[in-house]
Each structure stands twice: as C-alpha cells, then as structure tokens.
C-alpha cells in the first residue's frame, strides 16, 4: 500500500460523491443499479479479529490485486483510496465504518474519476456458527467507457469480486 499525497488526499475528501444514496448498503438497496451479493462462510481457521485487521488495513484489496494508494493505513471513516488496476483508477472515499465486537467492515462510495459511480460494503460478521464476510455493493457505468464495457466490465467486477473472496479465506 502506498499513501496519498496530502493535496491529493485533500482534493479527494473535498470532492462530491458521485451518487446521492449515501449508505444505502447499509439497508434498501437503490433500483436502477446493478447490484452484487457475495456472502461466504470462512473456513473455521480464521480468526475474526485477525480479517477485521487484515480488512480494515485495505490487504483484501492488496491481495485482490488491485494498486491501493490511501490516505490513511487503517480504514477510518472519511479515508479516500484510489484503487488501481492496469491503467485503470478508482478513486473512493470511506463513507461508513462498523466496528462492532461481532461485526466489522466498512462501505466506500466513488468519487469523480471512478469508471463507475456507486458504493460497495465489506462486512465481517462473528456468528455463533462461524464467520462470515459479505460483500455488498450497487453501481453503474460513471464513464462513456465503463458504459461501452458493458458486460466485460460486469465480468470485471464479477472477478475483482471473487479475488476479494478468497482475499479473506
């Protein structure tokens, strides 16, 4: 992981979210969006409070492959991220962080720039059957590009998805 530049970081923080329904991951989904639901079981090896860490410390974008310059080393809520990937740059910012005994995780939202405007959540939750993580985000093409993907860039999603899985398992 590498740090963002202070005036980069501002800038980001200072910018507009590219979408109005702000922390709709964290209840009714908005329509007009494609939505993505990934719930896994990790395996019982998995310590909670180790994933919360290795979560909020941005490796399951690490570990997905993705380039991950941050504003700050540990998720807190306002943090800004470009996540990379080719040439491609995503910038985000933190808009919701869960820090709970037996459930954590945190959403961003896409900033200006990103090829696609909308939010994606990462939960962890410690259930007395085990731990599960989720991933739960709506989103829609932000650029003449993205919209030009069409379903190459939804397989893209679909397999950054996947490599976020396994991330944590």
Known sequence: MRRLEPDRAARLRAAEL???EVGRTTGDLPPGYRITHRVVRLPTTV?????ARDL?????QLRAGLQVTASDEIVVAGAVVELGIGPLTAPCRVVHVVDEPRRRGFAYGTLPGHPECGEEAFLLDHRDDGITF???AFSRPATALARLAGPVG???Q???????????T
């Open 158 to 168: 679909d397999v950054v998805t996947g490599r976020y899985v396994r991330a944590l």
């Open 134 to 136: 989720t991933i739960l």
């Open 56 to 60: 909020f410390a941005w490796r399951v």
């Open 47 to 51: 310590d909670f409070d180790r994933a």
């Open 18 to 20: 590219t979408y109005p």
């Open 154 to 156: 939804h397989w893209l």
